[in-house]
């Protein structure tokens, strides 16, 4: 038989690699414990080091054209050489730095590695500029007015530290920095200690990068990133399916593929979203009496309570985030899900009411969001579903259920059973998971998005998949076993 050749390529061309856990990049904020004098110390190198930054980026800017048709790798020597000035480069393209020295003793005695951090700093700024650049002047932007990009030279970074050039680490928690005292560049030993004793230091399968010196007015800190290679959890028949809500923040459960639910939790921030609630119906009163007296808002227009109400929102995020981990990982699942609400907008609620700024600042990307990157560093898997009709049917399969007027959250069944409607969505959103996995759909990245009605042939009009479907299905293939044995 004549063989295809065509169909042969096409068959190599389709055939995937096994699929690999990819890396992870996580940080860890360590806090140093200094004197009033060392704190001193570290923020005169900080300072140093953005001074010796900023002219550095004028420079890299300039030449950019030339270092684009350098390869990467020998793009930092190319940059030394342009203002280093050695036996064998007497006059280098930039004389600045030679003609700072003379007035700035650091520069002088700039440490090499110091140095290798601001070129890359530099060259990073540069690049980020041209790009943004680039892609504004190719008609990419948030709107057609918008404003090109500016290259930001005066910008407020912080020092790289490579390990045994500018930082050495202690068995007893301390660390060697190289700092600028005033007069000369010295080693200063300081205690560290990690903010929240999360322990990626003491996992012997992370790997630590070098970490950057972080120096303001109230603290000072190192921000050590750590890369991570997590092992893939083992597959398990239950899943963690949470529904996001307003009344409640968050409910899960744990569901099974054969629509077993063996646990739940609710979690309910109320108090930090009083806190946040109470500060945004101040801003309200603040603003209708503002546009009484000046007929608009000022510039900067009650920053400190919008400040505020964000930082409990990132806290209430935070807070959940982390018990829907702490929930899967107790119950020894790979899996959660969520809906995906990522293009959601509300129905209800009229402009400038409590009701639209409630649903205004819910926080349920953030919520997805950290939690994926919570429980990716254990190496689980995150997945979304479409989010039609989860919380309008009941998960017994009685139909539509209706909700109650004075608690929204209360939900009662066609059968006159009444049920937590919250509780009802996230036992639906478990099950479509399941009905797509079992039926081989295939996920697009990471979400089904097409997955929400039961394909059942013998229905002229579809029903959405509940927790019903999984008894349906599971009973259906307990009925063919049973039939093939008796056969």
């Keep these: 038989m004549a063989v295809n050749p065509k169909r042969t390529k096409s068959k190599k061309r389709n055939r995937k690699p096994a699929k690999v856990q990819a890396s992870l990049v996580r940080t860890d904020k360590w806090v140093l414990f200094v004197s009033a004098d060392e704190h001193h110390v570290l923020g005169l190198t900080v300072e140093q080091y953005r001074l010796f930054v900023r002219p550095l980026v004028i420079a890299v800017n300039s030449q950019w054209h030339n270092l684009e048709t350098v390869k990467s790798l020998d793009r930092f020597v190319f940059v030394e050489k342009m203002f280093i000035q050695t036996a064998k480069n007497p006059t280098p393209k930039h004389s600045y730095f030679a003609n700072r020295a003379r007035l700035n003793p650091a520069f002088l005695k700039f440490p090499s590695y110091l140095r290798r951090a601001a070129i890359n700093e530099a060259m990073g700024i540069v690049s980020s500029f041209r790009t943004r650049y680039d892609q504004w002047q190719r008609g990419i932007r948030s709107k057609r007015s918008a404003k090109p990009p500016s290259l930001t030279a005066m910008s407020n970074t912080y020092p790289a530290l490579y390990r045994g050039q500018s930082i050495k680490y202690h068995a007893n928690g301390t660390v060697e920095i190289k700092v600028w005292n005033g007069s000369d560049w010295v080693w200063l030993t300081v205690q560290a200690k990690s903010e929240r004793k999360q322990g990626r230091h003491l996992n012997p399968n992370n790997v630590q990068e070098s970490p950057t010196l972080v120096v303001n007015a ?15 959890l083992p597959d398990s028949d239950y899943v963690c399916a949470v529904d996001l809500g307003i009344n409640n923040t968050a409910v899960a459960s ?48 009650c920053s ?10 990132k806290q209430i995020a935070q807070l959940t985030s982390r018990r829907i981990v702490d929930f899967a990982s107790r119950h020894g699942v790979s899996v959660i899900v969520f809906e995906n609400l990522s293009y959601w907008k509300a129905k209800g609620g009229r402009k400038r009411t409590a009701l639209k700024q409630r649903f205004h600042r819910w926080c349920k990307d953030a919520i997805v969001r950290l939690t994926r990157d919570k429980w990716s560093e254990s190496g689980g898997q995150i997945f979304t579903i479409n989010a039609a009709y989860t919380s309008a049917y009941a998960y017994d399969g009685s139909g539509k259920l209706k909700r109650a007027k004075e608690n929204y959250s209360q939900a009662t069944f066609t059968s006159g059973k009444q049920y937590n409607a919250d509780l009802s969505a996230s036992y639906n959103i478990g099950a479509r998971y399941w009905y797509a996995i079992l039926n081989g759909d295939k996920a697009i990245g990471h979400h089904f998005t097409r997955v929400w009605e039961a394909k059942d042939s013998s229905q002229t009009q579809r029903i959405p998949v509940t927790l019903s479907s999984l008894w349906l299905q599971s009973q259906a293939t307990t009925d063919t076993l049973t039939t093939s044995l008796i056969g």
Excluded at 218 to 232: A, E, I, W
Excluded at 281 to 293: D, G, N, P, S
Excluded at 305 to 313: D, E, F, L, W
């Design 254 to 301: 744990i569901v099974g593929k054969t629509g077993t639910v063996k646990a739940r939790l609710f979690i309910d921030q109320a108090r930090d979203i009083d806190r946040r609630d109470k500060r945004a119906t101040l801003i309200r009163r603040k603003a209708k009496i503002a546009r009484r007296m000046r007929g608009e808002l000022f510039k900067g227009f």
């Design 304 to 313: 400190g309570h919008y400040r505020k109400s964000a930082n409990i929102n």
């Design 218 to 232: 109230k603290h000072c800190r190192l921000s050590v990133p750590f890369t991570t290679n997590p092992d893939k």
